[in-house]
């Protein structure tokens, strides 16, 4: 099993809508809604922020939000914030196991 | 509020075995939850590597299959991880987390294991 393919980086200005995509195939994101995202900021463990593709945690701040669209999910910060420069990753049910993104760096310039 | 930490050696020789703890506080082992180690390479990605279950359920991921044995312990609100013939590419900082639903959370604050030769 793969990991999924996240691009390796991403970057946008404070206020700016970013997003970051997630892809994977039939048997794991397009198979299933058990879809999740972690924040990870350095040195630190993975914060969960989005899970079941779309549902956010309390305390986990509205302008980050979930979607997905065939084998593909997607992460989008929107009026994206110092504290939201970090590495992400998606994570997701592939059958008997888990599989985890490579990871994108978002820098918010 | 549940809480994972992960206790062991920092430090493994090549082709031994690595062997964590994770101690979990704040609420019972024992529940709809699944008990998982992760692992992260330096300046990698994340690595899913197992769970176990309360009653004793494994699923382990196969590039690690027939090297890795997640137990349990609930009278010590415990669960570990033995990784068998560890090598330089085992060099990494592995979490314990718990898997509810597709839900990863919360996570150990992750401990270093250093593989040397």
């Known amino acids: 099993q793969s990991a999924l393919t996240q691009p390796r980086s991403v970057s946008g200005s404070p206020g700016q809508s970013v997003t970051i995509s997630c892809t994977g195939t039939?048997?794991?994101?397009?198979?299933?809604?058990?879809v999740s995202w972690y924040q990870q900021h350095p040195g630190k463990a993975p914060k969960l922020m989005i899970y079941?593709?779309?549902k956010r945690p309390s305390g986990v701040p509205d302008r980050f939000s979930g979607s997905k669209s065939g084998n593909t999910a997607s992460l989008t910060v929107s009026a994206s914030q110092a504290e939201d420069e970090a590495d992400y990753y998606c994570?997701?049910?592939?059958?008997?196991?888990?599989?985890f993104g490579e990871g994108t760096t978002l820098t918010v310039l | 509020q549940v809480q994972l930490q992960e206790s062991g050696p920092g430090l493994v020789k090549s082709s031994e075995t690595l062997s964590l703890t994770c101690t979990v506080s704040?609420?019972?082992?024992?529940?709809?939850?699944?008990w998982n180690w992760i692992r992260q390479p330096p300046g990698k990605g994340l690595e899913w590597i197992g769970f176990?279950?309360?009653?004793?359920?494994?699923y382990y991921n196969p590039s690690l299959r027939g090297r890795v044995t997640i137990s349990v312990n609930t009278s010590k609100n415990q669960f570990s991880l033995k990784l068998n013939f560890v090598t330089a590419a085992d060099t990494a900082v592995y979490y314990c987390?718990?898997?509810?639903?597709?839900?990863?959370?919360?996570w150990g604050q992750g401990t270093p294991v250093t593989v040397s030769s």
């Open positions: 987390a718990s898997l509810r639903g597709g839900t990863y959370s919360p």
């Open positions: 704040g609420g019972s082992i024992v529940g709809p939850h699944y």
């Open positions: 176990i279950s309360y009653s004793g359920s494994t």
């Open positions: 039939s048997g794991d994101i397009g198979a299933y809604d058990y």
């Open positions: 079941d593709v779309f």
């Open positions: 994570c997701a049910y592939a059958g008997t196991l888990w599989v």
